[in-house]
C-alpha cells in the first residue's frame, strides 16, 4: 500500500503525523509527504520510515493576511498536483484543512471515501464559505480526526468524526520527568514552547511578571514577525527575568519541561486559539507541570474540569499573585493523580482513534 501525507509546513512543525507512523509502523506501508519549508532554516530530518519526500520551497511569514497568502497557496497547489498527477496512492493522509482545500476538487474527484482529514487547527472557520468548504472536505472523506472536541461545531456532521490528540507518543517514555528535580524554588519558572506568537497577550502576561523576582519568563519556539516584537518590548521594559531561547527540536522539549515550574499555555479566546488543544496541554499532563490556561477558552475549561492547572482573565489586576498562591497551594500527590487520571481518558480515545485509522487502511 501507498500512502501520501499531503502536509502544510516543515517536518519540525508536523510532529503530529507521528502518530501515524508509529501506529503503522508494522504495516506493509511505502508512506511519501509533501511538505513545505517557509523559512530555510534548519528542519527535522524527515522520519526513516518515509521514503520519498517532495519538499515545497517558498518564504512566508504566518502574520500575513490571508488574501497576501492566497498567492503562495496557489504555487503549493501547482507543486502538489504535480506530485499527485506523477504518482498512484492508495490512501492520502490530509495534515490539515487548508491543504486539502487547497486541493478539495482533485481529493474529490479522484479520492473521494480515500482519504483521511486530519483537522488539525482552525482558522478561517469564522468565513461562512470557508466554513462550507471545510465541511465539503469532511463529508467527501472517510473519516475526520479532529484534535480538539471544539472543533466539531464547524462540521456538518459528526459521523466517521473521531477525537486524535495532540501529543508525540515518545513523550510517554517520560512521564512525571518535572518529579526528577524539586519542586519548591525561590523564583517559578514559566515557561512557553511553539510558535513565539499573539504579541498584545504575550505584552500584558511579561507586564504582570516583568522584574518580579518570584518569576522567570522563558520562551522556547522561532523568532518571526511577533517573536522579534516581543524581545524589542522585552529590551524597551528593561525586564530582565524575560529570556528567549530561539528555535528547538522536538526532542528539547524534555531538557527544558525538567526546569519548568509552570507551563505558560495562555492564549486570547479568538476563533483560532480559544478553540484549539495545543500540545501543550499534552506535555503538562504527562510530565506532570501545571499549567496557565486563559479563562474562557477551551483549554481552560478543561484545566478547570481535571484540575490539572488554573485558568488567569488577562484583563484582572494581580496576576503574578494568583498564580504563586497557586502554585504554592498545589497538593502535589493530588495534582500527580489527577494528571494521571485525565492521561487515561486520553490514552484509551487515542486507541480507539487508531482502531479505526487501522479499518480506514483495510477498506
Excluded at 144 to 157: C, D, E, I
Excluded at 212 to 219: A, G, I, N, V
Aim: charged letters at 25%.
Amino acid at each position: 500500500m501507498k500512502v501520501l501525507f499531503l502536509g502544510f509546513g516543515k517536518v519540525a512543525y508536523m510532529p503530529y503525523m507521528n502518530f501515524y507512523l508509529d501506529a503503522l509502523k508494522d504495516k506493509d506501508i511505502q508512506f511519501e509527504l509533501i511538505y513545505w519549508d517557509r523559512d530555510g532554516k534548519l528542519d527535522a530530518e524527515v522520519p526513516e520510515s518515509i521514503s520519498k519526500a517532495y519538499k515545497f520551497e517558498a518564504h512566508l511569514e504566518e502574520q500575513l493576511p490571508f488574501k497576501s497568502k492566497l498567492k503562495y497557496f496557489v504555487k503549493y497547489r501547482k507543486f502538489a498536483l504535480n506530485v499527485l498527477k506523477q504518482n498512484v496512492y492508495d490512501r492520502i493522509i490530509v495534515l490539515h484543512t487548508t491543504p486539502g482545500l487547497t486541493l478539495l476538487d482533485y481529493l474529490v474527484r479522484k479520492y473521494k471515501g480515500r482519504y483521511l482529514l486530519d483537522f488539525r487547527d482552525v482558522s478561517y472557520e469564522y468565513i461562512p464559505v470557508y466554513c462550507g468548504l471545510v465541511g465539503v472536505l469532511s463529508k467527501n472523506s472517510a473519516l475526520t480526526f479532529v484534535s480538539s472536541n471544539a472543533f466539531r461545531k464547524f462540521l456538518p456532521t459528526e459521523e466517521n468524526t473521531f477525537t486524535i490528540h495532540n501529543y508525540m507518543e515518545d513523550s510517554l517514555n517520560h512521564k512525571m520527568i518535572r518529579k526528577q528535580s524539586p519542586r519548591e524554588w525561590k523564583v517559578l519558572r514559566v515557561s512557553y514552547w511553539g510558535l513565539i506568537r499573539q504579541v498584545d497577550v504575550n505584552q500584558k502576561i511579561m507586564d504582570a511578571l516583568g522584574n518580579d523576582p518570584r518569576f522567570e519568563l522563558h520562551y522556547y519556539g522561532r523568532m518571526q514577525q511577533d517573536g522579534r516584537e516581543m524581545e524589542k518590548y522585552v529590551h524597551s521594559k528593561g525586564y530582565g527575568n524575560i529570556y528567549f531561547h530561539g528555535a528547538y527540536m522536538p526532542d528539547d522539549r524534555y531538557s527544558f519541561a525538567k526546569e519548568t515550574d509552570l507551563i505558560h499555555n495562555i492564549y486570547n479566546c479568538g476563533h483560532t486559539t480559544g478553540n484549539a488543544m495545543g500540545n501543550k496541554y499534552y506535555d503538562g499532563i504527562i510530565f506532570g507541570i501545571p499549567q496557565i490556561c486563559t479563562e474562557g477558552s477551551y483549554m481552560g475549561k478543561l484545566v478547570k474540569q481535571t484540575d490539572v492547572g488554573l485558568t488567569i482573565d488577562l484583563n484582572a489586576p494581580a496576576i503574578a499573585d494568583k498564580i504563586w498562591e497557586y502554585y504554592n497551594s498545589i497538593l502535589w500527590d493530588r495534582f500527580e493523580s489527577a494528571c494521571a487520571a485525565e492521561l487515561s481518558v486520553v490514552e484509551e480515545q487515542q486507541k480507539e482513534t487508531k482502531q479505526k485509522l487501522m479499518e480506514f487502511l483495510q477498506k
